[in-house]
């Protein structure tokens, strides 16, 4: 299934019963050099819209917020030791964390990819 | 993701505002000017450009003054009333750091004073202070000034920053008298034929000048320095993130009026003279302060894992008593870790005491180290 994105930046992406969460590309870039992701603890549960994460930049931290509620069910260990993966390919590599959804119809109001694309434009 | 929108209304604009934009500025309110906090290469690349090379920094939303006297010590013993420094001892072509100070030794802004070394400027002093604070200090000082001292506003004037170990060669390149400057000495002199006032001084605690001319001139400076191979522009951004390994205090955050300058572990500032004579608003507190040591003093800190401490985070003991806050904190490229400065209660502030930061409900194993995290590297 493809990416669906939130107007706060973050991006999810269903893989089966689990999701996998980030913040875009366009998000990595208004933020410039992260330097530190602090991750939540595996089983958790978030609602939608709760932080989930959070991003520091050089300049400041950013919440990260839930696309869908659910438990965390697993978080990206390597963004410890090299949170530029963030800048390098933040809707890949530079993931944050699985979620297994609470309630799969929470994704129907988020944006697909051009949808998003044109959100972001509206931004400019 | 939490984002902020500001809106960029009324904001002023230094005369390197256009070239900031081509140079593909990321732009920023900042002191009621919008500038440049980031170019295309980001805040960790040009600070460390900044440290390898030279970076060029506009700060022409800096306050610039002369305050003009008949005669040196006219000039001197005015400004003395107002800060804590040694400024009759000033020889010509010297500079100093010093603090205007309220009647409780509270500071009011820091800034520096750079007698000229013109003899023909006998009598003048230039002051450069902070940007958020120059409309108060200039009224401050008009208000307290003896009638026989004019304060000239240089509104007018620009100021480029020139930081970094290859600084010297760059700037000789086009002025070779910058060569044999030594750290807090100025000159007045030309750039390419452009008069210009220049000091080997700056906030990254990196070898470097600051220039100063008229704005109509400030381009053309810039892009003489910007065509250099060694130099490239530098944003508020790594300002920051340099100055805070540098140690240096930056206003508003870790010096206001609820500080004092021996508090601010810049008691080194005040010189010798005025510690015994006195004489400056807040003298008494100040020198009971450097008799009897501050309650409380600002410290180096440095958080043992990766976590960031911000500005405000709560600083506690060992035994989680709450013992102060820090005043600037984030990451330092050149330490390739997170790096703060803060205020503790002076029983906690040896270095090597270990304290406890309060991040986002967390506490973070820290020490209390010495400043500056990055070593100095000024010409002496």
């Known amino acids: 299934m493809a990416k669906r994105y939130t107007k706060d930046h973050e991006w999810i992406e269903v893989d089966g019963d689990v999701a996998v969460v980030g913040i875009s590309d366009y998000a990595q870039s208004q933020l410039g050099d992260v330097v530190y992701v602090e991750l939540p603890e595996v089983g958790k549960t978030v609602s939608k819209g709760a932080e989930a994460a959070v991003v520091e930049s050089v300049k400041a931290a950013s919440e990260v917020y839930a696309p869908a509620g659910g ?32 309630n799969a119809a929470e994704l129907d109001d988020l944006m697909s990819p051009d949808q998003y694309k044109e959100f972001v434009a509206s931004l400019a | 993701m939490s984002e902020t929108k500001t809106l960029s209304l009324q904001l002023l604009h230094t005369p390197l505002h256009a070239l900031h934009l081509a ?59 107002l800060v804590p420094a040694d400024i009759l ?5 010297r500079q100093r750091y010093t603090q205007l100070l309220d009647e409780e030794g509270g500071i009011l802004d820091d800034l520096m004073v750079t007698r000229p070394s013109d003899p023909d400027e006998d009598g003048v002093l230039m002051l450069v202070v902070n940007a958020a604070r120059k409309e108060d200090d200039f009224a401050h000082l008009a208000a307290r000034l003896p009638g026989n001292l004019r304060l000239l506003r240089a509104d ?32 007045t002199t030309r750039f390419d034929g ?20 008229k704005a109509t001139r400030v381009r053309a400076i810039a892009e003489r320095l910007l065509g250099e191979p060694e130099v490239k522009p530098i944003g508020l951004g790594a300002r920051d993130s340099l100055r805070l390994e540098a140690g240096l205090c930056l206003y508003g955050h870790d010096i206001d009026a609820s500080t004092s300058p021996v508090e601010a572990a810049l008691a080194w500032s005040i010189q010798k003279r005025r510690r015994e004579e006195g004489g400056f608003p807040g003298a008494a507190r100040i020198r009971r302060e450097l008799a009897e040591g501050p309650a409380r003093l600002r ?21 989680g008593t709450a013992i102060g806050r820090v005043t600037s904190g984030g990451f330092g490229p050149t330490v390739e870790g997170p790096v703060a400065m803060g205020y503790v209660a002076r029983e906690h502030s040896a270095p090597g005491t270990p304290v406890v930061l309060v991040v986002r409900g967390k506490e973070l194993a820290a020490q209390v180290v010495p400043l500056p995290f990055v070593p100095h590297r000024y010409a002496r």
Request: charged content about 20%; proline content about 5%.
């Open chain 2, 23 to 81: 140079r593909g500025a990321r732009m920023v309110p900042f002191a009621g000017y919008e500038m440049p906090v980031q170019y295309a290469d980001g805040i960790i690349a040009e600070h460390n450009h900044t440290r390898a090379a030279v970076g060029l920094f506009d700060v022409s939303h800096m306050g610039q003054a002369f305050l003009v006297g008949a005669d040196h010590a006219t000039a001197a013993r005015a400004l003395e009333a």
């Open chain 1, 71 to 102: 438990e965390v069910v697993g978080v990206n260990e390597a963004l410890g030791g090299a949170p530029a993966t963030v800048n390098e390919d933040a809707e890949g590599k530079g993931w944050f964390l699985k979620l297994k959804l609470a």
């Open chain 2, 194 to 213: 452009i008069d210009c006032h220049i000091s080997r001084s700056g906030y990254t605690g990196e070898d470097g000048y600051e220039i100063s001319c």
């Open chain 2, 89 to 93: 001892g000033l020889a010509p072509g």
């Open chain 2, 156 to 187: 007018h004037r620009a100021l480029l920053a020139v930081q970094g170990p290859k600084a010297v060669q760059v700037v000789s390149r086009h002025c070779p008298e910058a060569a044999a400057m030594g750290f807090m000495s100025a000159v």
């Open chain 2, 299 to 319: 410290v180096g800190i440095k958080p043992e894992g990766r976590a960031p401490a911000r500005e405000g985070t709560e600083i506690r003991a060992a035994d």
